[in-house]
T-cell receptor, first 115, second 110 residues
C-alpha cells in the first residue's frame, strides 16, 4: 500500500525567504506526482504535476523535483510572500488497470509566511 | 463560476439522519471523485466514477453510497450518519492527470 508522508506538518518563515517542502512515498512505481495548495474554504488547487519521466517542473516561483528511486519530491518556493500561506499537499496516483488517477495524499504542510 | 460546485458548504446533522451531499461540474469530464479529509489523515478516497455507468468503491466506502445522476452530477449519501463521519468532504473531477476540486462541504454529525 502506498504511503505518502510530508514533514514538517507546519512551517513558519519570514517573508522573502526561499523554502523547501518535502514529500516522501513508499512505492516508487508511480506515473506522476502532484503538488496541491489548499486554502481555507476554497478546496484544493493543483500547482504542479511531474511525470515519472521528469525530474523537475517549474511554474513561476515554484519548482518541484522528483526522485523516484529514493521516493522523494520537494517543492521549492522562491522569495516567499504572505499570499503563499496555505497548506501544501502532495499526491501520487495508484497504478491500476483503470489508469493513474486514484490519488494517495500526504497529510500536508501548513505554511505560514510572516510579513 | 466555479468548475466544481458542492452543496451545501456546511451542514450540521444528528446521528441516524440521512444526508446527501451534492456535486456538479462544468468541466465536461467523465471522471468524478468523493474524498473526505480528517485532521492528521489527509484526503481519503470514498468513491469514484469513471462514467455514468461505472461507479467504484474507494478506500473508505463503508457507510456511504453514491449516485451518478448525469455526467456533471455526482452525489454522496450517508444513509445513517454517525459522529465519526464528521469531516470535510471534497468532490473532484478529472479528464486526465489533473484533478479539479470543489470548495468542500464541512459536515458535523452530533
Amino acid at each position: 500500500k502506498q504511503e505518502v508522508t510530508q514533514i514538517p506538518a507546519a512551517l513558519s518563515v519570514p517573508e522573502g525567504e526561499n523554502l523547501v517542502l518535502n514529500c516522501s512515498f513508499t512505492d516508487s512505481a508511480i506515473y506522476n506526482l502532484q503538488w496541491f495548495r489548499q486554502d481555507p474554504g476554497k478546496g484544493l488547487t493543483s500547482l504542479l504535476l511531474i511525470q515519472s519521466s521528469q525530474r523537475e517542473q517549474t511554474s513561476g516561483r515554484l519548482n518541484a523535483s522528483l526522485d523516484k528511486s529514493s521516493g522523494r519530491s520537494t517543492l521549492y518556493i522562491a522569495a516567499s510572500q504572505p499570499g503563499d500561506s496555505a497548506t501544501y499537499l502532495c499526491a501520487v496516483p495508484l497504478i491500476s488497470n483503470f489508469g493513474n488517477e486514484k490519488l494517495t495524499f500526504g497529510t500536508g504542510t501548513r505554511l505560514t509566511i510572516i510579513p | 463560476d466555479a468548475d466544481v460546485t458542492q452543496t451545501p458548504r456546511n451542514r450540521i446533522t444528528k446521528t441516524g439522519k440521512r444526508i446527501m451531499l451534492e456535486c456538479s461540474q462544468t468541466k465536461g469530464h467523465d471522471r468524478m471523485y468523493w474524498y473526505r479529509q480528517d485532521p492528521g489523515l489527509g484526503l481519503r478516497l470514498i468513491y469514484y466514477s469513471f462514467d455514468v455507468k461505472d461507479i467504484n468503491k474507494g478506500e473508505i466506502s463503508d457507510g456511504y453510497s453514491v449516485s451518478r445522476q448525469a455526467q456533471a452530477k455526482f452525489s454522496l449519501s450517508l444513509e445513517s450518519a454517525i459522529p465519526n463521519q464528521t469531516a470535510l468532504y471534497f468532490c473532484a473531477t478529472s479528464g486526465g492527470d489533473i484533478q479539479y476540486f470543489g470548495a468542500g462541504t464541512r459536515l458535523s454529525v452530533l
